[in-house]
């Protein structure tokens, strides 16, 4: 059919070549934080103060100083924690572990694996909500200096569609030198971690200089951070980080999860003055729930959703919608819960069970590796020993007719104090040791040491040409360890 149009921007569009049929437009957005073309939605989420924003308040503040207070804090002469990459040495709640330490860091690493597999298990995405530090620092330090700096969200929201104007240049100023402040002393804390306190402060009251490359790390990980919490901010959480992809894995129709309750909520709709007169005398309302379908639960919501659909990506368990919720049923004279922690076989009105089959693994795997864990670091030895023969001569003759055997010995000091160790011989008889300086040494805290031992053994404990040397290493209070090593030397030896 021919066109007749005049619209000269209907011409327009038709000038440009059709788009490739496989090419589909999505039919709605397909994150939240997303709008259906593909851009990015702004989020401006509403405060919501109840009683578990308090709770999650005093939990947060809690992990965000004991962030501060780690590698401050000392116990056993170490700080709290210490992971010293550089020199392979780790410094846990006291207890030190090392490179060698294979097994003691395989535990470690599966036993919080299995941790957060059993959390998620149980408790849904509470690591998110009450614990990641993405959502502690953004939702009580950042979030709140922002509001401090430029206002409630509407009047930021109304702001940012005005452009950039003089106002909104010296708040996002002032608000961005604050962010740098505190995204500074992060990376320092971060940083400490790795190299410790006062080694920290002696690099930061010396010459940059001396330590360019420590102050690029720091402008770098601080200008990371100031983008991360004034840029991307729930980004982190829909795109970037992979737990929310893990849930479906990790978590089942039992786990908790924040929800809205549809058999009582729905049909939602707002209620005329008249009705809401009939609800307060007590007058159960026709083909309506208890939802007014206010809003305030995706007003609130830091990434955007609405909770009333159903478990979604984007719900990071913050419980802000339960708060909003919980305020607008009370003010309305309902029963708070319409948003509750719930399970979906709880919501759909089937049995839910605490105890299931792959809470009950999960449980005995985590039970039985924390038990090893704990009782191999309990038990652990205060000094390492490693013996391994030196790539000279496999053995040599002496003179006077004993037969020498060299070997590299690597010690080790496990705890935070000097000792002093002795290697004496206790098989084969006859056998004494000459080591390079002496049998008996020091180990400073840590220390690692490489010593060379000579066993002189008599000719005649060779049985076709091999025998076996035991050694006892003791540092002098009690702790002692026996090792045994191959000795070669002449096969003809009677």
Known sequence: MENT??????????????????????????LSTMNKDGTRKWM???LSKGSMYTRRKIVGWILIALFFALPIVKMNGEPAMFLDIVHRRFAIFGQIFYATDTLLLMLLGLTLVISVVWATALFGRVWCGWGCPQTVYMEFIFRPIERLVEGTEAQRKRRDKQGWTPDKVWRTAVKLFLYTIIAAAMSHTFVAYFVSWD?????????????????????????????????????????????ARLQSVLMDPDSLIVSYDPSRGETRGRRTKAQREQEKQGIKLKNLGDCIDCGACVRTCPTGIDIRDGLQLECI??????????????????????VRYTSENKIDNKPSRILRPRLVLYTGLLVLFSSVLL?????????????????????TVLPDGQVSNHFKMRT???IGSSQDLQVTVIEPEGAVIKAQND????????????????IVSPNEVFKSGQSTAKLRVSNGSGAEQIIEHKMLGPVSAK
Request: proline share 8%; charged share 20%.
């Open 5 to 30: 149009t005049n619209d000269p921007k209907q011409e327009q569009k038709q000038d440009p070549p059709e788009r490739p049929s496989h090419i589909l437009e999505a039919p709605e957005a397909v």
């Open 44 to 46: 401006y989420p509403k």
């Open 199 to 243: 080694v920290l402060t002696s690099w930061m009251t010396g010459a940059p200089s001396k330590h360019w490359g420590f102050f690029l790390m720091m402008g770098i990980t601080t200008a990371l951070i100031v983008f991360d919490f004034a840029y991307f901010r729930e980004q982190m959480c829909t795109i970037a980080c992979p737990y």
């Open 317 to 338: 368990s913050c419980t802000q919608c339960i708060d909003a919720c919980d305020a607008i049923m009370i003010g309305v004279g309902k029963e708070p819960g319409l």
């Open 375 to 395: 009782y191999l670091v309990t038990h652990a030895s205060m000094f390492d020993i490693n013996m391994m023969r030196a790539t000279d001569k496999p053995f």
């Open 412 to 414: 080790q000091n496990r």
């Open 439 to 454: 049998a008996k040494f020091t180990l400073k805290p840590g220390q690692m040491k490489y010593i060379d031992l000579w």
